[in-house]
């Protein structure tokens, strides 16, 4: 009898477990709803600032949806905070550099897309690929789908590619709002130029619509005079600059960075990134971590607002991966 009831017993406990992480399943997993509050927050924040900031954050796409499922319905509240959103490795990247990312994946991630494209926000894709002929066919995809794309040589993002030699829809016009836009530069890592003013040199002297550089030239900060010189294309027209700001992981290389934390970290300081040395997961719904992000003068957001950007690029917005 005792066997019987331990069976049981046993049997429901697995019953159990099963169907709670059935139920976990068919659910919106509350980090995904942390991450989507974030950046709602922030955008309210920066719209208060400055009425005309754009707001884009890169990958995460199951956001947009309730349920994170590909046919689920919009989530109009994240989609009107946000201007844009971006994708690394639509077309090329995804499981190798200079490769074409599997049909089923590509897919995947076009279905999201669509949604923020049926619901007025941009879509910038970011593919990583050097041979020409590739760099031609992402160009060409994404033109197909009306998404506004950059084809990587190096996932470092610190060349201005040499090809093709003039960006691909070369646009004459002013760009003022993101939707203008036809084009865009994604280069936030500097090491390349000698000198910071080398490198606003280099950017300055290009015609894309959209540059997407990171908010500081190695530790230094960029002035806002440097910010304005940017914001005219070679070409005559107005783009737009946009600052990286990484939200789902913290970075010690960062001025915010305390070296207390190497020995003593916070609460929500997390677990050390495996492929990028120096950036640790956050819990990024933590009042502490999100303090650092916006909200008061020292903090991220607001270093960025008041150095004259037109926007902020929000990276590891899929970090509610790491906590499911």
Known sequence: MKTTCGILLLLTILFSVRCDGDEDEAIDPVYRQYMR??????????????????????????????NGEEDGQPV??????????????????????????????????ISYLDVCESNGVEVL???????????????????????????????????????PALPFNLNNNDVIELSDARNFLYLINPEEYLTRQAFIGALAATSYDVLIMDYFYNAEEFTPDEIEQLKTKNNGGHRLVIAYMSIGEAEDYRYYWNPVWNSDPPSWLKGENPDWEGNYKVAYWDPGWQRIIFGNPDAYLNKIIDKGFDGVYLDIIDAFEYFE
């Open 37 to 66: 509050d974030f950046v709602q927050d922030i955008s309210q924040y920066a719209r208060t600032e400055n009425s005309a900031f754009i707001v884009i954050p890169q990958n995460g796409q199951e956001l947009v949806t309730e």
């Open 76 to 109: 109009l509240a994240y989609l009107r905070a946000i201007d844009g959103v971006g994708r690394e490795d639509l077309f090329f990247g995804y499981d190798e550099d200079n490769r074409a990312t599997p049909s089923d994946e590509r897919d995947y991630m």
């Open 125 to 163: 894709v970011t593919d990583y690929c050097w041979t020409h002929s590739k760099m031609d066919d992402s160009y060409r995809q994404s033109n197909n789908k009306g998404y506004i794309s950059f084809a990587a040589p190096d996932r470092e993002l610190r060349k201005i590619p040499d090809y």
